[in-house]
């Protein structure tokens, strides 16, 4: 079992500090179950590479098995794939050998062990019970790019199809100790088994690996069961705990949030502006099924139902109370038959693929790709240009050049608590050509909202077809 981490700063071989082991030897350290060994394959200025490989004993491990037991032989406690693959194994050799790097602490550099670094792992064998859909899912909204490549059964008889394993590869922008601690957490949720019994401390351990990103994780409930073996009474307590009364408040406080944005850009009447532009493009490209992705109360949809040219609307938001004040407002209870089957209110994260995305005529993206954290952005740029892959995206964000013209703003603020970034021009621009560019569409600009000569507009928009 081989895992490897490379390092490409300069100078590489920091990466030795990081994890608290010379390059220059071989450090070794036995465990319950076998032994594991940290080495460099390579170390120098430009490139250097860690390896942590494993040696399972599984005769011994047999032999000082805790707990119950089966009755009578079994060959299979002897002959499978433990030794060979990515596991819960693993996650307890990283946590032997790489606590301190776990914690976060160095005492030569910790300001390297703060530092989001580019680095890259690389794993041979993933047992992947979920196949690689699941494995993007787990690791993208972290983001990570990642690369998978599946092995056969048997090379020899192809058409025994797949195996359930993979050769992965994750790169990505990331402190080291965040790292780690992704993979300690997801690599046995991959495999969705423990080698060891999982008890309430289990709950514990998940709670203090996941802090700062298992609460936000689209995934965290598949994550939860997993990591505790489908234990309902552990994971329905972790859950309450990570949890709580999250979503409640998270809702009203997006909701106070959008009113504080629209108290600033009200003067200008720009959501109805933003309304009346996405709607001309739409008009423009002959769209008849649209998706509104972050639709909120549903004020996109609204103007959408009153167009007979469109005869499928679908609008989709993470906030159970969005789509509720959506429901309200579009009084769809009320609506005449045939106009309630036009339009569908839908309930999902942004940022991993969703089969009921894919076929629209077009994608509308109003005000939302501020809101997503950089790592996430990631996730939902394939979400949407590479598997839901419409005709035609409508993207709008706000020009953050233009701040300097709301005089009710402070200086060096943003347009709303909840953004985590504003582009400007040049910005917006360099992304989208970048995702044209990547995912085949051509993209276009227009401004919204009254344009400055030095400034420009106060909202940019993006909009994208398919070649």
């Not at 994890?19 to 032994?35: D, I, Y």
């Not at 080698?195 to 700062?212: A, F, M, Q, S």
């Not at 969703?354 to 954290?373: I, N, S």
Request: proline share 5%; charged share 30%; hydrophobic share 40%.
């Amino acid at each position: 079992m081989l895992l490897t981490i490379t390092y490409s700063g300069r100078p590489a071989t920091d990466l030795g500090y990081l994890l608290h082991k010379n390059p220059a030897r071989v450090h070794s350290t036995e465990l319950a179950f076998g032994q594991a060994h940290i080495f460099y394959p390579e170390a120098n200025e430009e490139r250097c590479t860690a390896a942590l490989a494993l040696e399972i004993d599984p005769i011994g491990l047999v032999r000082n098995r805790r707990g119950p037991r089966g009755e009578g032989y079994s060959l299979d406690q002897y002959v499978n794939d433990r030794p060979y693959v990515a596991s819960s194994f693993l996650s307890v050799a990283i946590a032997r050998t790489l606590g301190t790097t776990l914690s976060g602490k160095s005492k030569q550099r910790q300001e390297l062990a703060d530092a989001t670094l580019a680095l890259e792992v690389r794993v041979p064998v993933v047992p992947c019970r979920g196949g690689e859909e699941l494995l993007r899912r787990l690791f993208e909204p972290l983001g990570y790019q990642v690369s998978a490549a599946g092995h056969a059964l048997d090379e020899k008889f192809a058409d025994w199809g797949q195996s359930r394993y993979f050769s992965v590869t994750l790169k990505g922008k990331v402190r080291m100790r965040d790292l780690l601690t992704h993979l300690y957490v997801l690599l046995p949720v991959l495999d969705d088994d423990k080698h060891y019994w999982v008890g309430d401390d289990e709950v514990e351990k998940l709670l203090r690996r996941g802090e700062g990103w298992l609460k936000s994780h689209p995934e965290r409930e598949l994550i939860t069961k997993r990591y505790l073996k489908h234990q309902k009474w552990l994971a329905s307590e972790a859950l309450e705990r990570l949890i709580g009364e999250e979503e409640p408040a998270v809702d009203e406080e997006a909701e106070t949030k959008s009113l504080a944005e629209e108290k600033i850009e009200r003067p200008l009447s720009l959501a109805e502006q933003r309304m009346g532009a996405v709607l001309a493009v739409l008009r423009g490209a002959g769209a008849q099924r649209v998706v509104d992705l972050g639709c909120g109360e549903g004020r996109l949809l609204r103007s959408l139902l009153k167009d007979k040219q469109f005869t499928e609307i679908v609008g989709m938001d993470v906030s159970h109370r969005s789509l509720e004040m959506a429901a309200e407002k579009l009084r769809l209870e009320d609506l005449p038959r045939l106009q309630r089957e036009r339009i569908k209110l839908m309930h999902g994260s942004l940022t991993y693929r969703d089969k009921r995305l894919a076929g629209f005529d077009a994608a509308t993206v109003v005000e939302v790709v501020e809101h997503q954290d950089p790592p996430r952005l990631a996730a939902f740029e394939r979400v949407l240009f590479e598997f839901a892959r419409p005709r035609t995206v409508v993207v709008t964000t706000p020009n953050v050049e233009y701040n300097v013209k709301f005089e009710t703003m402070p200086a060096g603020q943003l347009r709303h608590r909840d953004h985590r970034f504003e582009w400007t021009r040049a910005e917006f621009q360099n992304w989208a050509n970048r995702m044209a560019e990547r995912f085949a569409y051509v993209v276009r600009f227009l401004p919204i909202g009254p344009e400055d000569s030095v400034v420009g507009a106060p909202t940019q928009m993006g909009v994208f077809a398919l070649k």
